[in-house]
């Protein structure tokens, strides 16, 4: 049976979106819109956001990887673009931009997926004005994810040492992250300036410790930056007042990578049916373009760079200009450094884990087996039979359902084998706006619901922040 994604928490997820889309885009405009997105196998996403905004499904595509469920859709929705292919691969391909791109994933925010939004951004997918939702699980990863993170997280930390915001949990550099991959939008492997032999030449000479056996570059996202910054400042030097160079060097390396500035944004979190915590960025990005201030026209073969500035002879424009990509720049630190709002909690649409304490509680309440497996979730692997039988012959004794006033958590050998979160996954979620009483539910081996309000008062003094709960 495939899993369902119709449960009232995520409706109110999407009609959110929907709303977003609409304070962005006048009715007039809605027909027009076009529409990247991820369908799956069911219509909800259609009726709750794209039909009730008006955009003609001729105007959508839809990318799927499962081959069977692509052409089911291909089958009932024949005037909609369903494309059989990951996500990913099919960015490659693109060459019309869309105006609004719903990236719905039930993955967590890892390396694949921060590729995707940087594919994005290099290739200029989204337009000008345009929206990208992302939807992740608000759960941490492991292996290099989890080090990558933790890497960020520190750099993030270093570079607003000084103020009173920047990165205090997962959640909030999730937002962060997803704001400066579109502002700097490089591709996992390249740059638009690696299309001049000379740079590709002059990129080896530098860092031949990049270079592979076959003479291709080993593009990384750490060291190719600073490498292309270092060419082009030798590239504008005496092309140009010494004070400018680091701007118009700074105009060169942002041409064509992105620059996508997030002018509204919304931070969502919800529970899923199945006990997921998920965590929803709605951003609106304005796309900045400065070709007209400064490009390269060509590199000869001596390496001259041949430039298009704008006429110091038409001072005020060339003021303006440097004053405009000066705004870009601040911009490009304040969508890192900004104040985030809160992400709110739009509720939960999983029932409890059923636990052994917690169906001995409910016999005591007179419920029945049949009860009690539709009021709570994970019953089909427990011996419900078995452990009334038990209770009826009182093997259990006063056995009782953990309460708010319990400083730890009992666990019965029988509920061994339930998922359970660390102490950091716990202040993640309690940092995304879900309530200890919904964390407890869904885990509830994990920690009592009067540690996690603890947590959740250490949280509001601020005694996790500066490196206290590392991503």
């Known amino acids: 049976m495939k899993d369902t994604y119709d449960f009232e928490a995520k409706t109110k997820a999407r009609e959110r979106l929907r709303?977003?889309?609409?304070?962005?885009?006048?009715?007039?405009?809605?027909?027009?819109?076009?529409?990247?997105?991820m369908l799956g196998h069911e219509e909800n996403e259609l009726?709750?956001?794209?039909?009730?905004?008006?955009?003609?499904?001729?105007?959508?595509?839809?990318?799927?990887?499962?081959?069977?469920i692509a052409k089911e859709?291909?089958?009932?929705?024949?005037?909609?673009?369903?494309?059989?292919?990951?996500?990913?691969?099919y960015l490659i391909t693109v060459t019309n931009p869309f105006h609004v791109i719903n990236y719905?994933?039930?993955?967590?925010?890892?390396?694949?997926?921060?590729?995707?939004?940087?594919n994005i951004a290099a290739g200029q997918i989204l337009g000008d004005k345009g929206i990208v939702a992302t939807w992740f699980q608000g759960k941490r990863e492991g292996g290099y994810t989890k080090e990558w993170f933790e890497k960020t997280f520190e750099q993030y930390q270093n570079i607003f040492s000084d103020?009173?915001?920047?990165?205090?949990?997962?959640?909030?550099?999730?937002?962060?992250?997803?704001?400066?991959?579109?502002?700097?939008?490089?591709?996992?492997?390249?740059?638009?300036?690696?299309n001049f032999d000379y740079f590709i030449e002059q990129f080896k000479s530098k860092r031949p410790d990049l270079v592979k056996e076959d003479g291709r570059i080993s593009w990384n996202n750490e060291d190719g930056p600073s490498t292309i910054r270092e060419i082009l400042k030798e590239l504008v030097r005496g092309k140009v007042n010494e004070k400018n160079v680091w701007n118009i060097s700074e105009l060169l390396f942002y041409q064509g990578i992105g620059s996508y500035l997030s002018a509204a944004q919304e931070r969502l979190s919800y529970i899923g049916d199945n006990g997921t915590p998920m965590l929803v960025d709605i951003n609106y990005f304005k796309q900045e373009n400065f070709s007209e201030i400064a490009h390269i026209n060509r590199i000869d073969s001596n390496g001259n760079a041949h430039l298009s500035l704008v006429s110091k002879s038409d001072r005020p424009k060339f003021k303006r200009s440097i004053k405009k990509f000066d705004r870009f720049i601040e911009a490009r630190y304040k969508c890192l450094g900004e104040t985030l709002s809160e992400r709110e909690f739009l509720g939960s649409s999983a029932k409890p884990l059923l636990t052994k304490q917690r169906a001995i509680t409910e016999f005591k309440q007179g419920l029945t087996n049949e009860q009690i497996q539709a009021k709570y979730r994970g019953w089909k692997n427990k011996p419900l039979p078995q452990w009334r039988a038990h209770y009826t012959m009182g093997t259990y004794g006063d056995v009782a359902q953990p309460s708010i006033e319990q400083d730890t958590i009992i666990v019965d050998s029988e509920d061994s084998d339930l998922e359970t979160i660390t102490k950091d996954e716990a202040i993640d979620l309690l940092s995304s706006g879900i309530p200890s009483r919904e964390i407890f539910d869904a885990y509830p081996t994990s920690f009592t619901e009067r540690q996690l309000s603890a947590y959740k008062a250490h949280l509001t003094m601020g005694t996790y922040e500066n490196g206290g709960n590392k991503a």
């Open 19 to 37: 709303r977003f889309i609409e304070r962005i885009h006048p009715r007039k405009r809605r027909s027009g819109l076009r529409v990247l997105t």
């Open 47 to 68: 009726e709750q956001i794209w039909d009730p905004l008006g955009v003609p499904r001729r105007n959508i595509t839809n990318v799927e990887h499962n081959k069977k």
């Open 73 to 89: 859709v291909q089958a009932r929705h024949p005037e909609i673009d369903t494309v059989n292919s990951s996500l990913d691969e």
């Open 104 to 118: 719905d994933t039930t993955s967590t925010f890892g390396v694949r997926e921060r590729n995707v939004l940087r």
């Open 163 to 194: 103020t009173k915001e920047g990165v205090k949990d997962r959640s909030n550099l999730i937002s962060r992250m997803i704001s400066s991959i579109m502002m700097d939008g490089m591709s996992l492997f390249s740059h638009p300036l690696m």
